[in-house]
């Protein structure tokens, strides 16, 4: 079955730097992701997507990057910030517009003062 | 605008019984979904409801319930609870009409509904 995952469940960086969190995907036929940030107590919160025509997305502070030909997704967010500690998902779908997605099992970001 | 609002926010129950929760999507948005999020298991999609209709379901078994009305909320049941149905339940909404340009794949979701089942 469709599986996503992320490669490390923890990781801690220095207030300032860059970081970079990294998803493997299964499913060839996916052809939308998204990157979701989920504060303690929070639902998630939509950070940034791509579409599988597109190798590189950026958005403010951070940009995705996708390699379909290895099915690797990744997260880069740049100057980072004590509010950008979080847990990460990144989640897919086979057809845009569809609201079922299939959710990696998520990055812990803490980052340090 | 007001965000995704669900309703209880934490409830405890116990084996057997029945729980709905509720979901208010965002003013305009006609797509409700439910994820049920498990430390185990993490975010797992349940159904998704567009114009009161389910569009899609996941894996879960008939215990699982939806529904949404004409006003776009939506409510999610699940009867005969067990151990395993203790979660964070989410419902995510979004902009969504019948037409592919206009839609946006963007999901806001809520703060959840928090069930424990003892």
């Known amino acids: 079955g469709e599986s996503v995952g992320l490669h490390l469940p923890t990781l801690s960086v220095q207030e300032g730097d860059n970081s970079i969190i990294n998803c493997a995907y299964s499913n060839s036929a996916s052809d939308y992701f998204i990157w979701y940030k989920q504060e303690s107590g929070k639902g998630p919160q939509f950070i940034i997507d791509?579409?599988?025509?597109?190798d590189k997305r950026q958005g403010q502070r951070v940009t995705v990057l996708l390699n379909k030909t290895v099915k690797h997704l990744s997260l880069q967010i740049a100057a980072t910030q004590p509010g950008d500690s979080a847990v990460y998902f990144c989640?897919?779908?086979?057809?845009?517009?569809?609201?079922?997605?299939?959710f990696g099992t998520g990055t812990r970001l803490t980052i340090i003062p | 605008k007001a965000g995704v609002t669900q309703t209880p926010r934490y409830l405890i129950k116990t084996r057997g019984q029945q729980v709905t929760l509720s979901c208010s999507p965002i003013?305009?948005?006609?797509?409700v979904s439910w994820y049920q999020q498990t430390p185990g298991q993490g975010l797992q999609f349940l159904f998704e409801?567009?114009?009161?209709?389910?569009?899609n379901k996941g894996n879960f078994p008939g215990r699982f319930s939806g529904r949404q009305f004409s006003n776009s909320r939506s409510e999610m049941n699940v009867s005969t609870l067990e151990l395993g149905d203790s979660a964070l339940y989410l419902c995510?909404?979004?902009?969504?009409?019948?037409?592919?340009?206009?839609?946006?794949?963007?999901?806001?979701f809520g703060e959840g509904s928090r069930l424990t089942v003892l």
């Open positions: 989640a897919e779908n086979n057809n845009f517009g569809n609201e079922k997605l299939t």
């Open positions: 995510a909404s979004s902009y969504r009409s019948r037409s592919p340009l206009e839609t946006s794949g963007e999901l806001f």
């Open positions: 409801y567009f114009s009161e209709t389910q569009r």
């Open positions: 791509i579409r599988s025509n597109m």
């Open positions: 003013s305009g948005h006609r797509s």
